[in-house]
């Protein structure tokens, strides 16, 4: 039988998320038997357009039997999803909304297209779920959204509105998934007057890598302000062993949310499917899950940070 060939083309290799994406790769396609190509992106679409087309369209060798990729921007790439599908290479989105699967399947029955995605919009009733109970009495808290383009952030934000409550309002600002991205953006704004006249006492992030890039921003300024501000929870999204869960038992990190990786699961069922002739959904949700569980967060004594005024924007 011929061994299976995946590539697995994911957005970054400095976000901890996407690390144990490859790692979880790595790891089922050793126990499957299968090949795997793993490449990233530097968050840039373009470029992983492009390395997706060259894929498809390479004529000088053996081409993948499918490739596994989690966008780096906004778009799911739909022609490039139907040039793989018409060359006979299966197809698998990662942790974005795509509404052209169904079309593909029907187009072309025999090549495997599905897509697997955490619940992003749970991800995002949990986190507002945990805002309440490290803020029982009400405040505001900066909140460190993914990239505009993302549905994944788009979804996280929904769910956070959704469970959040009234008493909670929530100043944005937003990152590109990394710890030097969120640090940059949070540097910036602390640079700016008005942030130390906001009455902020929580930093929520969408991501680990952010939440902790935040920290490093406030843990840089002046000796007073520094220990003020770090009194606060900061809390994330990702939960990985390693990162977000060690964080937590650090005291780093208040609170995050486990978003298993799913790498291995789409080489799981692809590997199934083609073996075995077992059937693939159009769409499988993960769980998400809150770390510490939300029964066991407790409310954080925050002293002020400066201010009068809850003022804040959604």
Not at 226 to 237: A, H, N, Q, S, V
Request: charged content about 20%; hydrophobic content about 40%.
């Amino acid at each position: 039988m011929k061994k299976l060939s995946f590539v697995v083309s994911l957005t970054n290799n400095e976000n901890d998320y996407q690390q144990e994406q490859a790692a979880a790769a790595e790891k089922a396609a050793r126990r499957l038997g299968v090949d795997v190509k793993i490449i990233q992106a530097d968050n840039d679409s373009l470029k992983q357009s492009q390395q997706l087309l060259d894929i498809i369209q390479n004529t000088t060798g053996p081409r993948p039997d499918a490739i596994i990729f989690e966008p780096a921007g906004g778009t799911a790439f739909p022609q490039v999803a139907r040039a793989a599908a018409a060359a006979g290479i299966g197809w698998v989105v990662l942790n974005h909304d795509v509404d052209y699967v169904p079309q593909l399947r029907k187009a072309y029955p025999g090549v495997p297209v599905f897509s697997i995605s955490s619940d992003h919009v749970e991800v995002g009733r949990i986190q507002g779920t945990q805002f309440a109970a490290l803020l029982p009495e009400g405040g505001s808290v900066l909140y460190i959204e993914g990239p505009a383009a993302s549905s994944a952030a788009k979804d996280r934000t929904r769910g956070m509105n959704e469970t959040k409550p009234a008493n909670i309002q929530a100043k944005v600002m937003r990152a590109n998934w990394t710890e030097e991205s969120s640090y940059r953006a949070v540097s910036s704004w602390l640079r700016l007057r008005t942030s130390h006249e906001m009455h902020i006492e929580l930093v929520g992030a969408q991501d680990d890598s952010m939440a902790m890039g935040a920290r490093k921003a406030f843990a840089e300024l002046a000796q007073g302000d520094r220990e003020r501000w770090l009194k606060m929870p900061f809390i994330g999204c990702d939960g990985m062993p390693k990162t977000g869960q060690a964080w937590v038992r650090s005291g780093a990190l208040a609170a995050t949310i486990f978003i298993r990786p799913n790498t291995d699961l789409a080489l799981e069922m692809l590997t199934e499917a083609t073996r075995k002739g077992s059937p693939l959904p159009e769409q499988h949700l993960t769980i998400p899950e809150s770390v510490p569980a939300l029964a066991e967060i407790t409310p954080r004594a925050v002293k002020p940070s400066a201010g009068k005024q809850r003022s804040a924007t959604v």
